[in-house]
């Protein structure tokens, strides 16, 4: 491998959907993958770990949906039960406090005037990518 790190997914974990994000393999850049709709957990996993291969990737980023006074909600414990769910099966869990990737998602998203129908398939997408792009600038920042 010559030093390259391994490529990082990061996801965007709702009751429905899973937003998918991979990182490059320098681990600098992010870009949106795919949007997985949730069945059940087993399949859930199963795609993940689908993705995990075909990116040569061990290591996710999960946004963890806090409310703003940094107490977890329902959609965090839903976030947090997949990626323990993911722990159980050897990959490495990092949660990134997500309170303001979803309103950036949108933001940039109006701001590109993406129509309303489209934007909620893209959005869950957006928001890994944005989870991830968190989780790798803290990385560089040596934290």
């Known amino acids: ?29 992010a870009q949106g ?3 997985l709709r949730r ?16 990116y040569q990737a061990s290591e996710v980023a999960v946004g963890l949906p806090l409310n703003m006074n940094g107490s977890k909600g329902p959609q965090a414990e839903v ?9 159980a099966k050897g990959v490495t869990v990092n949660y990134v406090d ?6 950036a998602a949108e933001r940039a998203l109006l701001a ?9 398939n893209v959005i869950d997408m957006i928001a890994a990518q944005l989870i991830l792009e968190v989780y790798l600038g803290r990385r560089q920042a040596g934290k």
């Open 1 to 29: 491998e010559g030093g390259l790190m391994q490529r990082i997914l990061g996801l965007d974990v709702g009751n429905k959907t899973i937003g998918v994000a991979a990182s490059d393999p320098l681990g600098l850049t």
């Open 112 to 120: 590109g005037d993406v129509r309303r129908s489209k934007r909620k």
């Open 98 to 103: 997500e309170r303001l990737s979803t309103v």
């Open 33 to 35: 993958v795919t949007v």
């Open 39 to 54: 069945s059940s957990l087993a399949a859930d996993l199963e795609a993940l770990q689908e993705l995990l291969d075909r």
């Open 79 to 87: 976030a947090e039960a997949f990626g323990n769910a993911l722990a």
